[in-house]
């Protein structure tokens, strides 16, 4: 009976052992995070392109900033209407090659770009043409999505 004890004791105490590797635990959260961001990358990604299929213009705002001033947009520069089939198609083609990044703290609203579906406003991206140097960056009015994209491009997109 004693010798019985043993045995089963044993066994529990490899099953549990063996059971308990933190090892293995680290690279699978690691795998879960990784899985999440593309998830969410590509949902952004899926999510872009669907609007991009319904918008027939694209309304492109610059504005003034004063001094430490993050966005005012009471004070448009300018304002532009991508209506041609060739300014979609060309903002079509730049944003097919942009990649999804993440949240952007503290950009400054230079311009806005607003989608529409005929009179019907889709969605309102912020760019920022100062926050990273030779790149305009497009980012979602909630801050959780950005775009970059080379300056000289995002030029001869609006005008």
């Excluded at 090892?23 to 690691?30: G, L, S, T, Y």
């Excluded at 990649?99 to 019907?120: A, I, S």
């Excluded at 100062?130 to 305009?136: I, L, P």
């Amino acid at each position: 009976m004693k010798r019985l004890a043993q045995i089963i004791s044993t066994v529990v105490l490899i099953s549990f052992l063996s059971s308990c590797t933190k090892k293995e635990n680290i690279p699978a959260k690691e795998i879960a995070t990784k899985n999440v961001e593309k998830i969410r990358a590509d949902y952004h990604k899926n999510f872009l392109k669907k609007l991009r299929v319904k918008t027939n213009r694209i309304e492109v705002c610059s504005y003034k900033l004063s001094g430490n001033t993050m966005e005012d947009t009471t004070s448009v520069l300018k304002r532009r209407n991508l209506i041609t089939p060739k300014k979609l198609k060309a903002f079509n083609t730049l944003f097919d090659s942009l990649k999804v990044g993440g949240y952007c703290c503290c950009p400054k609203t230079h311009y806005t770009m607003k989608l529409f579906d005929k009179n019907k406003m889709l969605k309102r991206y912020n760019v920022d043409t100062v926050e990273v140097k030779g790149n305009a960056l497009i980012y979602d009015t909630s801050y959780q999505t950005s775009y970059i994209v080379n300056l000289k491009d995002w030029h001869n997109l609006i005008k």
